[in-house]
């Protein structure tokens, strides 16, 4: 938790330093929004059901970053990148426990997880803008590349250290899209504000690895391909360059 | 210059982002205990058939006071076989502290895949009992259950049959060695003529 606190304050004191810099430089047609915010989830990625293989066991509510930068090609309409993170904790593990220690029929079991739910997102599409004075409001959609890094886990039976095995740490990948909307505010002629609202859908394919499953018994995922998507609220600093 | 510096700070902040998103490392644990009320194996019997003359022979060993140190009855717990002859040979496994009795055997071919019985002939038994087990789980490969048996017997002898149940909660192998024994018994065995 420290070492997170470390980073974010980390990357805000860069933020700041970088949006001190680029204020003082001339405008362009160019905007970048670096933003922070609450994201849920829903749906199968965030059930505890032991016995579905569908359940994520991640949780419903986490916190998400992103990058937006755009171009302006016309007035209004601008086209855009995001690199964004959405970040979920794990969340049931003890039905998962209980689980495991019914379908081994053992005394005890000890789940331990490692990290969190990572889910990438580098997605490309338009943004438009209606300018009001000093406040705007932009709607966007964008598609790309979503890709989800599961928890390790690590499952011990009793003190039997033969029998622990791993569900390791797994990546995959597919389609994002993101529909939003955001109100920027600006102080000055290049730096405001960003208050966005936004939505993902996104089913990345995970090829689950796995260790030391010696017996066919247990819950067992080899692949998990479920929506992780759902709605983030985000604010940051907009930069109009 | 100026752009090129914008651009090099712009991709210096995705870096950043990535780098954050990737390094964050926490760690949850969660604990099950026991539950409550395990079950008992109180009883095994084996009960063999004549695959000749369809005689049934039946072995029980008891022990309805499993958490104290009186011993077993063993009154039942012998086998009176006929030489030169096979034996389906099936285990069945009871709790018999349960009104009603509870059947055990049907929970071990469940749990089929962590579980195996094995079968230990005395040496004054030697090589007029063999033993081969008939079913197996669905591991992948499939291995050696042992709840059904067939029992071969060549000449007269007598001795002991060792009995043991190894749970092998994701280390069953096919061998003896991995997990803990949930039942380890004595059936004396007469082979006759």
């Known amino acids: 938790m420290k070492n997170r606190i470390q980073k974010i304050a980390l990357l805000l004191v860069f933020t700041v330093s970088f949006t001190s810099l680029i204020a003082q430089q001339e405008r362009g047609k160019l905007f970048i929004n670096v933003l922070g915010g609450y994201t849920t989830a829903g749906g199968n990625f965030t059930k505890t059901d032991y016995a579905d293989a569908n359940s994520g066991y991640a949780a419903s509510g986490g916190f998400n970053i992103q990058l937006h930068s755009g171009y302006y090609i016309t007035k209004n309409l601008a086209i855009g990148v995001v690199v964004g993170s959405r970040f979920f904790q794990s969340n049931g593990l003890q039905t998962l426990s209980d689980g495991y220690l019914d379908d081994f029929d053992v005394d005890s079991t000890t789940v331990t997880v490692s990290g969190d739910y990572i889910n990438m997102n580098y997605l490309v599409g338009p943004t438009y803008t209606f300018p009001f004075g000093k406040l705007s409001v932009d709607a966007h959609v964008l598609a790309g590349l979503s890709t989800l890094r599961t928890p390790e886990m690590r499952v011990d039976l009793e003190d039997n250290t033969a029998a622990t095995f791993y569900q390791r740490a797994s990546t995959g990948s597919g389609l994002g899209i993101q529909a939003g909307v955001g109100a920027r505010y600006f102080f000055s002629e290049k730096v405001g504000v960003e208050l966005r609202v936004d939505y993902l859908s996104a089913t990345p394919d995970v090829i689950i690895q796995n260790e030391n499953r010696t017996n066919a018994a247990g819950r067992f995922l080899n692949n998990y391909k479920q929506q992780i998507g759902g709605i983030g609220a985000s604010l940051g600093i907009s930069l109009a360059l | ?193």
């Open chain 2, 1 to 193: 210059m100026k752009k090129h510096n914008i651009i090099g700070r712009f991709a210096s902040l995705i870096l950043m982002i990535s780098l954050f998103a990737t390094s964050c490392k926490k760690e949850e644990q969660v604990v099950s205990p026991p539950l409550p009320g395990n079950e008992f194996l109180t009883t095994v019997k084996l009960q063999l058939v004549n695959t000749t003359t369809n005689d049934t022979v039946v072995a029980i060993w008891k022990d309805l006071t499993p958490e104290d140190t009186n011993p077993a009855d063993t009154s039942l717990a012998v086998l009176i076989l006929k030489k030169n002859s096979t034996y389906q040979a099936t285990i069945y496994l009871l709790d018999e502290t349960k009104a009603p009795i509870e059947d055990i055997t049907e929970e071990i071919k469940e749990r089929a895949n962590y579980h195996q019985l094995f079968y230990f002939p005395s040496s004054s038994l030697g090589a007029n009992l063999a033993l081969n087990v008939t079913d197996t789980d669905t591991n992948s490969p499939p291995l050696p259950l042992g709840v059904t048996s067939n029992f071969i017997t060549s000449n007269v002898a007598s001795g002991k049959l060792n009995v043991v149940l190894r749970h092998q909660p994701n280390v069953k192998n096919g061998t003896f060695a991995p997990g803990s024994t949930d039942v380890d018994v004595n059936f004396q065995v007469n082979i006759i003529d």
